[in-house]
């Protein structure tokens, strides 16, 4: 009878499991002819994008199963690119036009909320990439943390009004605030021997968490940026070291 029990539990045990993974349909109206996805669990650094890859056939409809729930998921498809978030077994829809993402389902809030935040992903990227940037020409760090704690008020409050987890909130606002660190590192960078890299910002660089114990950052696409320009403004700046002392290393 024993037997007969334990072959029982085998056939049906997995089945509630499958029941609670996420469940995604893709739409795409253009011409992607696949999309790629792989989760930001921690356990690859988030700008590798090593993930699962799917084929798309334009105006049909593409049913995913997805490995894991409570994750948020990197999506490219064609030239988009983009989160996604799923619970335990909900049921969501995406639907890929040539520039428009529309979220449907039992996550389209928090689907929404990580488009909208993708905009101050995309402010503090440029920072290093435009020299018109709002941020170029501050060199003062009062005037510097004033614009950024105004774009971060922001943020948390898009982020606590609407209706999201208190896991889900408490897991962004570590990434905002990465998000912003990396920004002020960049900066650093830039000031980096100017004289107006002063007692202030150094004072500023050492009474910040940058959370390199915790694994929610390696979430973060700014990860890999804080660990390199952490390593250098700690070894040129503070501890002084010449860059040309390290080239001559090598030679």
């Given at each position: 009878?024993?037997?007969?029990?334990?072959?029982f539990l085998t056939l049906f045990l997995p089945f509630p499991c499958m029941a609670q993974m996420p469940k995604l349909v893709i739409n795409s109206q253009s011409e992607c002819a696949e999309l790629r996805y792989w989760p930001l669990n921690g356990k690859q650094l988030a700008?590798?994008?090593?993930?699962?890859?799917?084929?798309?056939?334009?105006?049909?409809?593409?049913?995913?199963?997805?490995?894991?729930?409570?994750?948020?998921?990197?999506i490219q498809a064609d030239k988009q690119v983009f989160k996604f978030y799923a619970t335990a077994g909900s049921i969501n829809t995406i639907t890929i036009y040539k520039d428009t993402i529309i979220?449907?389902?039992?996550n389209k809030q928090y689907n929404t909320y990580l488009m909208k935040a993708s905009k101050s992903d995309s402010y503090c990227w440029k920072y290093s990439r435009r020299r018109d940037h709002e941020l170029r020409n501050v060199a003062n760090i009062s005037e510097f943390?004033?614009?950024?704690?105004?774009?971060?008020?922001a943020d948390n409050d898009l982020l606590n009004n609407n209706m999201l987890s208190a896991n889900f909130i408490k897991e962004q606002q570590l990434l905002t605030n990465l998000r912003y660190h990396s920004l002020f590192l960049k900066k650093l960078m830039t000031?980096?021997?100017s004289p107006e890299l002063n007692e202030e910002w150094l004072?500023?660089?050492?009474?910040?968490?940058?959370?390199?114990?915790?694994?929610?950052?390696?979430?973060s696409e700014f990860f890999?940026?804080?660990i390199k320009d952490y390593t250098c403004i700690q070894a040129f700046v503070v501890d002084t070291i010449s860059p040309q002392s390290i080239m001559n290393s090598f030679n």
């Open positions: 009878m024993k037997k007969y029990s334990f072959i700008f590798y994008n090593l993930g699962e890859t799917v084929k798309i056939n334009p105006g049909e409809g593409t049913e995913l199963v997805l490995p894991q729930s409570e994750t948020i998921y990197n979220f449907e389902g039992e943390k004033k614009i950024i704690d105004k774009r971060k008020k000031l980096y021997k004072n500023e660089f050492h009474n910040t968490e940058f959370h390199f114990d915790n694994g929610l950052s390696r979430q890999n940026e804080i």
